[in-house]
C-alpha cells in the first residue's frame, strides 16, 4: 500500500503532485459550494417526508416497492388506477390512487424548481470564470449530481472557447433538442454519472433539452415534460444497489461507468463523503489504475465537521485497502487536500 498523507495540503500543491493525467469526480459539494441554502442535497423522497407533501399511503408505496424512483410509484399509481376503473363500479378508489399520483407529481415538480436556480445568469461572472479554471485542470470530469450548474458553466466555458468540453451530445435535424449517440461519443470528456435534470430517456434515444434550440428556460423545458409524465434521466434511489439497478438499464450511464472504471492517472474527489450508498462507483477506485486518490476536506472548525472528516479518512483508507486486494502490482496514494483552497466559485 503506498503511502496515506494525513495532512491536508493546498489545492495548487495537490495539483503539482498529481502529474500530468488527472481526472475530476463532483459530488454534492460541488453545488453546495456556490448555493449552500439550496443544495443541501437530502435526497427527493426524504425532501417530501420533510414537507409531507405525500400521503401515509404513498409513502407505504415506496417501502412495499423497494424504491425512492418517483417515476415507479407514479406509473404503479396510474397503471392500478387503470385497473381499478375496469373491475369495481366504484370510482371512489380508483379516484384517489389518480390524485395520490397526480401529488406525487407535483411534489417532484416542485421540488425539482425550489430547490434549483431558474437561470444561468444567477451564477455572477466571476464564479463563472474560477469554475471553468478549477475545471481546465482535468483531462475528463464525472459527476455524481443531477442538477444543472456543470452544465451551465460548460455552456459558458464553450461560449468564450476557453476549454474544450463533450458531453457526447449531438445536433439532430431539425429537433429543438440534442441527441446522444454512444457511435458519436468517442470523445466525450464529460460523464453525468447519475443523470441530469436536462436528459430525458426517450426510448429510442437518449435526449438533452438545450436553451439555445428553443429559447425556452432549461427549468420550464423540464416541467413542461414532467407535465406530460416524461421523466428526467437521473438516480435517485436510495442505496447503492439500488442504483447500479438503474444504472445497468440505461446504455448511457453504461458508458459512463465503464468510463470510470477504466481511468487511471490521478483522480480528485471534490465535495463528497465517500459514502456508502455511492460504493458503486466507489468500489471501481480499487479496482481501475488510479494511482493518485485526492480527497477534499472542508473544514469549518466544528465538531461535526471534524467526525465527518474522520469518516471520508476512514473511507479513503478502506480504499486503499480494497485496491491492495484487487491490485496489489497497481498500489494507490491517497491525499487530502484543502476544499476551500480550490476556490471552485472564487
Same mark, same amino acid.
Given at each position: ?11 495548487? @500543491? ?41 400521503? @401515509?399511503?404513498?409513502?407505504? $408505496? ?81 459527476? $455524481?449530481?443531477?442538477?444543472?450548474? $456543470? ?14 468540453? @463533450? @458531453? ?8 429543438? =433538442? ?9 470523445? &466525450?470528456?464529460? =460523464? ?74 490521478? $483522480? %480528485? ?24 486518490? %485526492? ?9 461535526? &465537521? ?41
Amino acid at each position: 500500500m503506498k503511502q496515506t498523507t494525513s495532512k491536508t495540503i493546498s489545492f495548487s @500543491d495537490a495539483l503539482q503532485r498529481a502529474g500530468a493525467k488527472k481526472h475530476l469526480l463532483l459530488g454534492n459539494g460541488f453545488s453546495i459550494a456556490l448555493k449552500p441554502d439550496i443544495f443541501s442535497y437530502a435526497s427527493l423522497y426524504d425532501e417530501c417526508l420533510k414537507q409531507r407533501c405525500i400521503s @401515509d399511503e404513498t409513502k407505504k $408505496l415506496f417501502n412495499k416497492f423497494g424504491t425512492r424512483d418517483f417515476e415507479v410509484i407514479i406509473r404503479a399509481l396510474n397503471d392500478t388506477a387503470k385497473v381499478l376503473s375496469v373491475y369495481t363500479s366504484s370510482r371512489k378508489m380508483a379516484k384517489q390512487i389518480t390524485n395520490d399520483a397526480g401529488k406525487l407529481k407535483k411534489a417532484l415538480i416542485d421540488l425539482l424548481s425550489a430547490k434549483h436556480p431558474a437561470n444561468p445568469s444567477e451564477i455572477a461572472g466571476n464564479q463563472y470564470k474560477a469554475c471553468t479554471q478549477f475545471l481546465g485542470n482535468f483531462e475528463r470530469i464525472y459527476t $455524481l449530481n443531477y442538477d444543472l450548474l $456543470l452544465y451551465w458553466v460548460v455552456m459558458k466555458a464553450l461560449e468564450n472557447k476557453e476549454v474544450k468540453y @463533450d @458531453d457526447g451530445f449531438r445536433y439532430g435535424d431539425g429537433q429543438d =433538442y440534442v441527441v446522444w449517440h454512444p457511435e458519436e461519443a468517442k470523445s &466525450q470528456n464529460i =460523464y453525468y454519472l447519475h443523470g441530469a435534470l436536462h436528459l430525458f430517456d426517450a426510448g429510442e434515444e437518449i435526449k438533452k433539452f438545450t436553451w439555445i434550440n428553443t429559447g425556452i428556460r432549461l427549468i420550464e423545458q423540464i416541467r413542461g415534460e414532467l407535465n406530460k409524465n416524461n421523466f428526467p434521466l437521473f438516480v435517485a434511489e436510495g442505496t447503492s444497489s439500488e442504483k447500479m439497478t438503474k444504472i445497468n438499464h440505461s446504455q448511457y450511464l453504461g458508458r459512463g461507468i465503464r468510463s470510470f472504471a477504466g481511468i487511471g492517472g490521478s $483522480l %480528485f474527489i471534490y465535495g463528497h463523503s465517500l459514502a456508502d450508498n455511492d460504493a458503486h462507483y466507489l468500489k471501481f477506485i480499487a479496482k481501475n489504475k488510479v494511482e493518485k486518490l %485526492f480527497v477534499s476536506i472542508y473544514n469549518d472548525g466544528t465538531q461535526k &465537521q471534524m467526525k465527518v472528516n474522520s469518516l471520508i479518512q476512514q473511507r479513503a483508507a478502506s480504499i486503499a485497502t480494497a485496491r491492495m486486494q484487487e491490485k496489489k502490482q497497481y498500489p494507490i496514494e491517497i491525499v487530502y487536500y484543502d476544499a476551500l483552497s480550490a476556490k471552485v466559485w472564487g
